[in-house]
């Protein structure tokens, strides 16, 4: 397939992917912003669709994962600026100490529990947890897409049973 077939093919999907965006956001500019976002990953990323795939859903997969990957962002620059305005210089310095100390502890138990899993685990969930793509991660590693998604799901069940008392702690 030509650019230019490849580009008509994104365009024919824009009134699809604008009623599945809405049904994300709820709103008409978010949802056209959304599908502005998904039809230029789409082109940018031209040579990593497969030919003889499902052309609509990989176009609704990068949609997804465009729109999971702006909510993030958006909650994360919430979170900071309603901490910003919460936390007094007085409440940071008495609570720093302890939260470093709690920290140091947490870290060391999640250090050891990922020791403890299998390579097999291990490898796919840190990757995954750095930030890669379950696609990356599978070319990477030369095993199927399936396979990393059960290793990922995997270790984190693993992960829960063997830090269940964190989730007491923070619940």
Do not use: C
């Not at 976002?37 to 082109?43: E, G, H, L, P, S």
């Not at 947890?129 to 399936?146: F, M, N, Q, W």
């Amino acid at each position: 397939m030509t650019t230019d077939q490849f580009n008509l093919q994104v365009y024919a999907h824009a009134s699809a992917l604008k009623s599945y965006a809405y049904k994300f956001t709820n709103n008409l500019d978010d949802a056209d912003d959304l599908v502005q976002d998904t039809m230029m990953k789409a082109i940018r990323y031209y040579d990593k669709f497969e030919q003889g795939t499902n052309f609509k859903g990989w176009l609704f997969v990068i949609m997804k994962n465009t729109f999971i990957n702006n909510y993030r962002k958006t909650v994360k620059v919430q979170a900071v600026v309603s901490q910003e305005e919460e936390i007094s210089s007085s409440q940071l310095m008495s609570s720093s100490t302890r939260n470093q100390a709690e920290g140091a502890f947490a870290m060391a138990d999640i250090k050891k529990a990922l020791d403890k899993l299998p390579t097999a685990y291990s490898v796919p969930f840190i990757r995954y947890v750095e930030g890669y793509k379950y696609e990356e991660i599978a070319a990477e590693l030369s095993i199927p897409l399936g396979t990393v998604k059960t290793r990922i799901h995997q270790a984190r069940e693993l992960l829960k049973k063997q830090l269940q008392v964190y989730k007491q702690k923070f619940n």
